[in-house]
């Protein structure tokens, strides 16, 4: 099979000879620099078989060695989520997974192995090395990384881990290994890889790193702490850009996404949109999408296991067990933030606030073995214990215990079976990913015919009946509306709610019992892997159609996705066409143009202002900025440039020369308006602290730069509905730029501002036939239509040569891009010394430059 690299130097005249029906994984080559285009007009998904990589930390499989053969033998784990969500998938699709094993494989056996799974399984093993393994997983995943994510931080060094830079560089080096065994066997430009959860929150940035265009989904199960928590990790950049890197990122609520765009909204700078329903993040380029979706439980399989005659053997042992009892159960893992000590003492003050349930109510708790390890599970194992033996030594008597602690593995038909004879279910997390505990306990309610038969219920229409008690700080608990929602540190909230849980009558268990019931049947994990799927394809649609370039280094890695117009702008690009084109119409942008954004003092330095005389004393050239900073400051700061032309506050005052006087907009000279909005814009400024009123000649800007960034983005939406309300019938226009509102007269913008400087230049005898146009902002996209547009017009009119170019690599309208303020002074210098010899000292870089 021919080699990626060799298939862009391919002849195509030769293509005819190659085999229509080769199974190669190559559909696309490269016909222009960053672009894929189809190799030929094959259907190519008739020949590629479509795939699904999806990468976990755990590979859903069973391990264990032959005592006989002394051979490692494997079987799927069912009760694996990773592998459940194939239901989700076409059936001709092909899944493979990535992750590591449960066990360790000795190096010698690896190979072995790792040719067993895929050849059975279409498994990839990542084998970490054991010393990796313990610090990225026991170490920086269960001691740090899942504590913060649960709202947990470390105050001292007895209360939770610190962040510790070995085990970080651990986390890496596991993740860095997850990306090569994905690297083995992924196909890019076809393959749609699935990652999941927060063991693998930087292996975005690996894969994209390597593979530009590779289509990627994220999802995380656990819980997006708010920005006051996350902010405090030390590498909280680092994992934000790399998620970022995803195609599309899925959270289990709105509340866990909310969190996460507040984030990248408050530390990036970023801002997100939502269009038809769809949350999108607009990044170098690329739209990363924001999916939010609840997982489910596997239908199928619960109802089997249920369907058993071992499952309908123990509800029946355990109907005999607790005869006489009302029971309420609670299946939780051993950590400290599932709330079991709580729990306990809510049946506690239950049981004292109600003597009569003292021998009748009975708290049967699993708890799963701990996934973590150290003193804070040992710390919550002991006080678990110790509150449970407490409790049963003050109301337990002979034969009755109100609390059954099973403290060791449950295999899942028990558990299934101890769902099925509970009268409610309490799930009482003081914080929790999603916890699929409720949806388990409202199928197996919804019983079997041999469940039912055990319980001695006749016949399938009698109505089902249940009752859970849910902590709201849990996943699960929007969707379940019929729940009894409680805040778990209240005890008095939860030993109530265990209260009118045992005492609602039957008719709203049954009704709340088919409420839950309908959802958690018609959201199963295949829905959710299918709903998922579908909406990694959508945010992949236009990869093919984009030029991409990789910047930056280490996890601040990005891909910068732009037009296939879309190229950089230098010197050589127009040398031609400047030198022989006879009038010329330069237009700049100052602020994030000509000085850079970051800069405290904006007056423009003596190099600028040599460079813009350089430019103005070449007769074919009229150069201009345009800015939308009033004339004051912009009259002052280039006094120095005789022939330089100004045109400010987006055209509303324009000047062609110092000496000139200032030609003003007759579209606008009523500004009665200001007396309308001007209050508006005090009463919000005096409620969002960091925000100001500038006050222009031709308009008013409200800035919340300084603001904090979700309040002033949420202030900003509102007094922009505001604005438009009062100021519906005057001649105005409200508009939102960045970290601004502003309003302005109708029909003032920098494109009709350039529409009028063209106009007068052909009234004048010197058409342009060649035009420069640079700025930075929304407000210069103004600009680069207009120009656009006359390059469409009559040929009497139309200007030959148009160069529109942005500053920054992102989407514009203009069709090419200057990284900085430092390429614009040297494109312009560049420009300057083609016609006139300008001096370029030395000084001049090195001082442009640190102003950097």
Same mark, same amino acid.
């Given at each position: 099979?021919?080699?990626?690299?060799?298939?862009?130097?391919?002849?195509?005249?030769?293509?005819?000879?190659?085999?229509?029906?080769?199974?190669?994984?190559?559909?696309?080559?490269?016909?222009?620099?960053?672009?894929?285009?189809?190799?030929?007009?094959?259907?190519?998904?008739?020949?590629?078989?479509?795939?699904?990589?999806?990468?976990?930390? @755990?590979?859903?499989?069973?391990?264990?060695?032959?005592?006989?053969?002394?051979?490692?033998?494997?079987?799927?784990?069912?009760?694996?989520?990773?592998?459940?969500?194939?239901?989700?998938?076409?059936?001709?699709?092909?899944?493979?997974?990535?992750?590591?094993?449960?066990?360790?494989?000795?190096?010698?056996?690896?190979?072995?192995?790792?040719?067993?799974?895929?050849?059975?399984?279409?498994?990839?093993?990542?084998?970490?090395?054991?010393?990796?393994?313990?610090?990225?997983?026991?170490?920086?995943?269960? @001691?740090?990384?899942?504590?913060?994510?649960?709202?947990?931080?470390?105050?001292?060094?007895?209360?939770?881990?610190?962040?510790?830079?070995?085990?970080?560089?651990?986390?890496?080096?596991?993740?860095?290994? $997850?990306?090569?065994?994905?690297?083995?066997?992924?196909?890019?430009?076809?393959?749609?890889?699935?990652?999941?959860?927060?063991?693998?929150?930087?292996?975005?940035? $690996?894969?994209?790193?390597?593979?530009?265009?590779?289509?990627?989904?994220?999802?995380?199960?656990?819980?997006?702490?708010?920005?006051?928590?996350?902010?405090?990790?030390?590498?909280?950049?680092?994992?934000?850009?790399?998620?970022?890197?995803?195609?599309?990122?899925?959270?289990?609520?709105?509340?866990?996404?909310?969190?996460?765009?507040?984030?990248?909204?408050?530390?990036?700078?970023?801002?997100?949109?939502?269009?038809?329903?769809?949350?999108?993040?607009?990044?170098?380029?690329?739209?990363?999408?924001?999916?939010?979706?609840? +997982?489910?439980?596997?239908?199928?399989?619960?109802?089997?296991?249920?369907?058993?005659?071992?499952?309908?053997?123990?509800?029946?042992?355990?109907? /005999? /067990? $607790?005869?006489?009892?009302?029971?309420?159960?609670?299946?939780?893992?051993?950590?400290?933030?599932?709330?079991?000590?709580?729990?306990?003492?809510?049946?506690?003050?239950?049981?004292?606030?109600?003597?009569?349930?003292?021998?009748?109510?009975?708290?049967?708790?699993?708890?799963?073995?701990?996934?973590?390890?150290?003193?804070?599970?040992?710390?919550?194992?002991?006080?678990?214990?110790?509150? *449970?033996?407490?409790?049963?030594?003050?109301?337990?008597?002979?034969?009755?215990?109100?609390?059954?602690?099973?403290?060791?593995?449950?295999?899942?038909?028990?558990?299934? =079976?101890?769902?099925?004879?509970?009268?409610?279910?309490?799930?009482?997390?003081?914080?929790?990913?999603?916890? !699929?505990?409720?949806?388990?306990?409202?199928?197996?309610?919804?019983?079997?015919?041999?469940?039912?038969?055990?319980?001695?219920?006749?016949?399938?229409?009698?109505?089902?009946?249940?009752?859970?008690?849910?902590?709201?700080?849990?996943?699960?608990?929007?969707?379940?509306?019929?729940?009894?929602?409680?805040?778990?540190?209240?005890?008095?909230?939860?030993?109530?709610?265990?209260?009118?849980?045992?005492?609602?009558?039957?008719?709203?268990? @049954?009704?709340?019992?088919?409420?839950?019931?309908?959802?958690?049947?018609?959201?199963?994990? &295949?829905?959710? =892997?299918?709903?998922?799927?579908?909406?990694?394809?959508?945010?992949?649609?236009?990869?093919?159609?984009?030029?991409?370039?990789?910047?930056?280094?280490?996890?601040?890695?990005?891909? +910068? *996705?732009?037009?296939?117009?879309?190229?950089?702008?230098?010197?050589?690009?127009?040398?031609?066409?400047?030198?022989?084109?006879?009038?010329?119409?330069?237009?700049?942008?100052?602020?994030?143009?000509?000085?850079?954004?970051?800069?405290?003092?904006? =007056?423009?330095?003596?190099?600028?202002?040599?460079?813009?005389?350089?430019?103005?004393?070449?007769?074919?050239?009229? +150069?201009?900025?345009?800015?939308?900073?009033?004339?004051?400051?912009?009259?002052?700061?280039?006094?120095?440039?005789?022939?330089?032309?100004?045109?400010?506050?987006?055209?509303?005052?324009?000047?062609?020369?110092?000496?000139?006087?200032?030609?003003?907009?007759?579209?606008?000279?009523?500004?009665?308006?200001?007396?309308?909005?001007?209050?508006?814009?005090?009463?919000?400024?005096?409620?969002?602290?960091?925000?100001?009123?500038?006050?222009?000649?031709?308009?008013?800007?409200?800035?919340?730069?300084?603001?904090?960034?979700?309040?002033?983005?949420?202030? &900003?939406?509102?007094?922009?509905?505001?604005?438009?309300?009062?100021?519906?019938?005057?001649?105005?226009?409200?508009?939102?730029?960045?970290?601004?509102?502003?309003?302005?007269?109708?029909?003032?913008?920098?494109?009709?501002?350039?529409?009028?400087?063209?106009?007068?230049?052909?009234?004048?005898?010197?058409?342009?036939?060649?035009?420069?146009?640079?700025?930075?902002?929304?407000?210069?996209?103004?600009? $680069?239509?207009?120009?656009?547009?006359?390059?469409?017009?009559?040929?009497?009119?139309?200007? *030959?040569? +148009?160069? *529109?170019?942005?500053?920054? /690599?992102?989407?514009?309208?203009?069709?090419?891009? !200057?990284?900085?303020?430092?390429?614009?002074?040297?494109?312009?210098?560049?420009?300057?010394?083609?016609?006139?010899?300008?001096?370029?000292?030395?000084?001049? /870089?090195?001082?442009?430059?640190?102003?950097?």
């Amino acid at each position: 099979m021919l080699s990626r690299s060799c298939f862009d130097v391919l002849n195509l005249e030769d293509l005819p000879s190659f085999n229509p029906n080769m199974n190669r994984r190559i559909p696309r080559v490269m016909i222009d620099p960053g672009i894929i285009s189809d190799f030929d007009s094959n259907d190519v998904s008739s020949v590629c078989q479509e795939r699904r990589v999806i990468v976990s930390n @755990q590979l859903p499989l069973k391990a264990f060695k032959d005592s006989e053969s002394n051979k490692w033998c494997f079987e799927w784990d069912n009760d694996a989520l990773v592998l459940q969500l194939k239901d989700g998938f076409p059936p001709d699709v092909e899944v493979i997974y990535v992750g590591s094993l449960k066990v360790e494989v000795d190096q010698s056996e690896q190979d072995e192995v790792a040719q067993l799974l895929l050849e059975k399984f279409r498994c990839v093993p990542s084998f970490l090395p054991s010393d990796i393994h313990t610090k990225f997983y026991h170490g920086f995943c269960k @001691q740090y990384l899942w504590p913060l994510f649960h709202y947990m931080l470390p105050i001292s060094p007895n209360h939770g881990a610190r962040f510790d830079r070995g085990l970080w560089q651990s986390y890496v080096s596991a993740n860095k290994i $997850f990306a090569d065994k994905v690297m083995e066997v992924i196909n890019p430009d076809e393959d749609f890889v699935w990652v999941h959860d927060y063991h693998l929150l930087i292996l975005p940035t $690996f894969l994209r790193r390597r593979f530009h265009r590779v289509k990627l989904g994220f999802f995380l199960h656990s819980p997006f702490p708010s920005s006051e928590i996350y902010r405090t990790l030390p590498v909280r950049d680092e994992i934000l850009k790399a998620l970022l890197n995803s195609d599309l990122i899925g959270f289990h609520t709105f509340d866990y996404a909310r969190h996460f765009l507040s984030c990248c909204s408050r530390m990036l700078g970023l801002d997100y949109e939502s269009k038809r329903g769809y949350i999108g993040l607009d990044y170098f380029g690329r739209t990363v999408s924001i999916k939010i979706l609840p +997982v489910g439980v596997h239908m199928g399989q619960l109802q089997s296991v249920m369907a058993s005659s071992d499952t309908a053997e123990k509800v029946q042992e355990l109907k /005999q /067990q $607790f005869e006489g009892k009302i029971v309420l159960l609670g299946i939780d893992d051993m950590d400290m933030f599932k709330g079991i000590t709580l729990k306990f003492l809510a049946l506690e003050q239950l049981l004292e606030q109600h003597p009569d349930y003292v021998g009748t109510v009975v708290l049967v708790q699993i708890a799963n073995p701990a996934r973590g390890r150290g003193k804070d599970f040992e710390e919550v194992k002991r006080e678990t214990h110790a509150v *449970a033996d407490r409790i049963n030594k003050k109301f337990g008597k002979s034969g009755y215990n109100p609390i059954v602690f099973i403290n060791q593995y449950v295999p899942t038909q028990d558990k299934l =079976a101890y769902y099925a004879m509970s009268e409610c279910c309490v799930v009482n997390a003081v914080r929790d990913g999603m916890n !699929l505990v409720p949806y388990e306990y409202t199928v197996c309610r919804q019983g079997s015919p041999a469940i039912d038969e055990a319980l001695g219920i006749q016949g399938s229409s009698v109505p089902k009946r249940s009752v859970i008690v849910v902590s709201e700080f849990i996943g699960c608990s929007p969707s379940l509306s019929g729940a009894i929602r409680v805040n778990p540190w209240n005890i008095d909230d939860v030993s109530n709610a265990m209260h009118l849980a045992i005492r609602i009558p039957d008719s709203e268990k @049954q009704l709340r019992h088919e409420k839950h019931y309908r959802y958690i049947s018609s959201h199963d994990v &295949a829905y959710w =892997a299918r709903s998922f799927d579908q909406d990694l394809e959508r945010a992949c649609k236009d990869h093919f159609d984009r030029r991409c370039w990789g910047v930056g280094f280490g996890l601040s890695f990005r891909v +910068v *996705a732009l037009g296939r117009n879309f190229r950089k702008l230098s010197v050589d690009h127009i040398a031609s066409a400047y030198n022989k084109s006879s009038s010329h119409l330069i237009l700049l942008d100052y602020d994030g143009t000509m000085m850079p954004q970051a800069s405290v003092d904006k =007056a423009p330095s003596d190099e600028v202002i040599l460079l813009l005389n350089s430019l103005c004393s070449n007769p074919k050239n009229v +150069v201009f900025i345009v800015s939308g900073r009033g004339r004051e400051p912009l009259s002052k700061w280039f006094s120095q440039c005789e022939k330089l032309g100004i045109s400010a506050e987006h055209g509303y005052f324009t000047r062609w020369d110092r000496d000139s006087e200032w030609e003003v907009s007759l579209l606008a000279n009523d500004f009665d308006w200001k007396k309308i909005a001007e209050p508006v814009m005090e009463q919000y400024t005096e409620t969002t602290d960091g925000s100001f009123i500038e006050h222009k000649e031709s308009a008013l800007v409200w800035h919340h730069q300084e603001a904090d960034p979700d309040f002033g983005s949420c202030q &900003a939406k509102e007094l922009l509905d505001h604005l438009e309300n009062v100021l519906a019938n005057e001649p105005v226009v409200v508009k939102r730029g960045q970290h601004i509102v502003e309003v302005k007269p109708q029909g003032v913008s920098k494109g009709v501002a350039v529409e009028n400087l063209i106009k007068t230049m052909q009234t004048r005898g010197k058409p342009p036939d060649f035009v420069l146009c640079i700025g930075d902002d929304r407000s210069d996209e103004d600009m $680069f239509e207009s120009i656009a547009n006359s390059v469409g017009n009559p040929p009497s009119t139309a200007i *030959a040569e +148009v160069y *529109a170019s942005t500053v920054g /690599q992102k989407p514009s309208k203009a069709k090419y891009y !200057l990284d900085d303020t430092y390429d614009v002074i040297k494109l312009l210098q560049g420009i300057a010394s083609a016609s006139v010899r300008v001096p370029k000292p030395t000084q001049f /870089q090195v001082s442009f430059e640190g102003s950097l």
